[in-house]
């Protein structure tokens, strides 16, 4: 299938900023982005007044639309691929959470199974195992049952089974045994992340030392920040090497400590996610999360505790409400929800740019100001 997308503003992630231009594709793969190219026997796509953006990238997001991906069945991951696609997520990371190893195995099967290029379905890229391995004092909405200490060796077994799939792994390492389990991860060809920890700055700053390259949502679950000991928030802001993950809800972190991020942190190491469970794009209503009850009352999602546990964010509204909280355009935000975690989790060769080699997935806006979703675009099919 050839589609030609004519006449339109194409972003271009490189310089951050939008081209007018033509946009080539040929079975869903783009193959040229020039001012002019000739249409011969392709289908023709007037873009005229249209700004195309990049699919964006979701790494850390663990279900939506009634279901979550440490339980989904075949139905479930095609209803879930759908909902991301509709939302403006063409590519995502099904993140699991805390679980015991034979669920979690189960897990991974499922995935592996249900994540075929499908028409108007985003693509699982790969996992991402946010579960089990956290610190019990920074928890957060996983159950301290399921959790469990650092062991590379469980670790290994869990990512071979999981392999050849993309695999990121967060856990607290500040814990016994972290920089082994951080050497096996890398040994293996996963990407590694901080999370659910109480680690100071300066156990933080070790992990990074050690091959650890990103912050899971930096500043949630994460020991307070204080003048004499900024501990692993402030650690994440200023490892320029390593990727800071936001949840920009205006629920999880304050919109100015957002604004504070995007001033201190290099642009390129910006990453927006979710970190959305199975109630986003559902009513109000009782759900469920690594293992405990999620009561979902206006879009909010807490546990029994009265702790957030997720969010019912999409990824789309997260570009926004950064732009609005930093104060940023669109052409300095959207690397940050494409290009960013698409190079965190090793998967940029594929996704995150609209350019050559890589996937024509496509969202059109009209308004870069006041961006809103006119129409979603997976391998060169409008959904």
Not at 73 to 102: H, I, Q, V
Not at 211 to 223: C, E, I, L, Q, V
Not at 231 to 245: F, K, M, P, Q
Request: with cysteine.
């Amino acid at each position: 299938m050839r589609t030609l997308f004519q006449n339109g503003l194409v972003y271009r992630t490189a310089e951050r900023r939008f081209v007018r231009a033509d946009l080539y594709a040929v079975d869903g793969i783009v193959t040229a982005i020039e001012e002019h190219i000739d249409a011969g026997d392709a289908k023709v796509v007037d873009c005229s007044g249209k700004y195309l953006l990049p699919g964006l990238v979701d790494v850390h997001t663990h279900g939506r639309s009634g279901f979550d991906f440490n339980s989904a069945d075949a139905e479930g991951c095609r209803k879930m691929r759908a909902s991301y696609a509709k939302a403006g997520t063409t590519t995502l990371m099904a993140t699991f959470a805390s679980a015991t190893p034979e669920s979690l195995r189960a897990s991974a099967a499922a995935v592996a199974e249900n994540r075929m290029p499908e028409t108007g379905l985003a693509h699982i890229a790969g996992i991402h195992l946010e579960g089990r391995y956290l610190n019990p004092k920074r928890r957060g909405a996983h159950a301290e049952e399921l959790l469990a200490p650092l062991d590379a060796d469980e670790l290994a077994s869990f990512l071979k089974d999981f392999l050849p799939l993309p695999i990121h792994v967060s856990a607290a390492l500040e814990l016994e045994g972290g920089e082994e389990f951080v050497k096996t991860a890398l040994k293996l060809g996963a990407t590694v992340g901080m999370a659910h920890s109480d680690a100071t700055f300066e156990e933080a700053r070790r992990a990074v030392e050690w091959g650890a390259t990103s912050f899971t949502h930096t500043f949630n679950a994460m020991r307070p920040v204080h003048h004499r000991e900024p501990g692993n928030a402030i650690a994440s802001l200023l490892s320029d090497e390593a990727y800071t993950e936001l949840i920009c809800d205006g629920e999880h972190i304050h919109p100015a400590m957002i604004a504070l991020a995007s001033r201190v942190k290099p642009s390129d190491k910006l990453v927006l996610i979710t970190d959305s469970m199975e109630a986003a794009a559902m009513p109000d209503g009782v759900y469920g999360i690594a293992g405990l009850p999620v009561i979902v009352k206006n879009g909010r999602a807490v546990n029994s505790d009265g702790a957030l546990a997720g969010s019912t964010l999409d990824l789309f509204r997260a570009l926004v409400n950064y732009m609005k909280f930093t104060g940023k355009p669109l052409e300095e935000a959207l690397p940050c929800a494409t290009a960013n975690p698409a190079a965190m989790v090793g998967i940029e060769s594929e996704c995150g740019a609209l350019s050559v080699g890589k996937r024509a997935d496509i969202l059109m806006i009209e308004d870069k100001t006041a961006p809103s979703l006119q129409s979603v675009w997976i391998m060169g099919e409008r959904i």
